[in-house]
């Protein structure tokens, strides 16, 4: 009688082929027809082998899945340290020549504000101290006994030569409290060129000239600049620095490196009143969460450019507080999500090293993915050094590993609901990116 090959012995032998043809598959056919003990023994074994070489092939799917994972962080880690280093930035500067002051149309900058932060009188007279030929700042709130009125009533008495007003309008026309406040701000604008920027932005005198000039090209929608966290005093603002520098503008200087421009910020946002009109005011993004990222997608639509400017501003990162940061974090990871849902779905390779060490586990301990998570590793670091603020370093290299982890933790919960908390308001974010306030019973 002829010996098939035992189940241990799989080398060489096509699955689909001793299925399918050849003595093997004849010998099936004449065993099921008579039905024999033969029969029953051989459907046992070959079932046997069946399940063997599955589990053999989900095994390998496993380990050469963690290898990929484990190279996606790797390369990832690699391209933001890059990206970081030579600050590399798409084209569209505007050329030295278009940034004389005589060229300079006069701008708008508008500053909606609610409530005071520890740095809000320092980051507001920045944008007031500017070396420009001519601009105002129009300064927006819900509240006349909003403390951030004094705030602005103090810059207008120490600047008295500075075009600065106040608006004071509590209408509300959709469910964004800020853009509410830009919309109930545009009869205060003189000026044909709006610069939009938060409150806890604080700038150098030539920001506007740098920020503004891109838009001497008819080409060019929006100009939007990056932007660097400098923490107060705490644990927990420097964990929320970390988030900002470490991870979200490092990924928007890899999106630049790939010639991506669906970004706009709302550190700064530069456009023409008549680019605004023609998308339909900030009445067409007033339901938006997301607010600057749909400014600069409706311009985009117009067939115009978005300029990242060269220019790096800085904002305040305040949180004392745990749960504070925690919905700070959330809120902009289901920000993200709404606007940008697939690519944000596949952004867990950008949490660097302890994605690379899942990767690991799953390859089981491969060599090739120990080096690969070494490589990730060092790659993490230099973008630290590359990155890191001036206080303390040796506390914020320590702080890595949890700043790491807490940031896999929250983009993986930040899957788990739709809802958000901004300024003591919860709201339910749409697919669309709107958003609908929350009752709280």
Known sequence: MRRYPSHGDLSGVPILGRLRAGPLYNKAQKCLVTRSPESARWIANDAKRCTMIGQWMVWNAIIWGGLALTASAMAYAVAAWIAVRTQNLPSGRASPELRTAERMPAATIFKPLCGTEPDTYECLRSFCDQDYPHFQVVFGVADLNDPVVAVVERLKRELPHRELELVVDRRQHGSSRKVSNLVNMMRAARHDVFVISDSDVRVRRDYLTRVVAPLLDPGVGIVTCPYRGVPRSGLWALLGSQFINEWFIPSVRVAALGGSRSFAFGSTIAIERRVLSRIGGFMAIVNQLADDYRLGELTRGLGLRTVLSDVVVETSVVEDRFEALV???????????????????????????????FGVLLSGGAPAAFAMLALTAVARLLLHLNTRHDGSKALQFVLLPLRDVLSLALWSWSFATRRVHWRNEHYHVNRDGSVLPVLRL
């Open 327 to 357: 919905q700070h974090e959330l809120r902009w990871l289901r920000t993200i999500r709404a606007v940008r849902p697939v690519g944000y779905s596949l952004s867990f390779v950008t949490f660097g090293v302890p994605t690379a060490a």
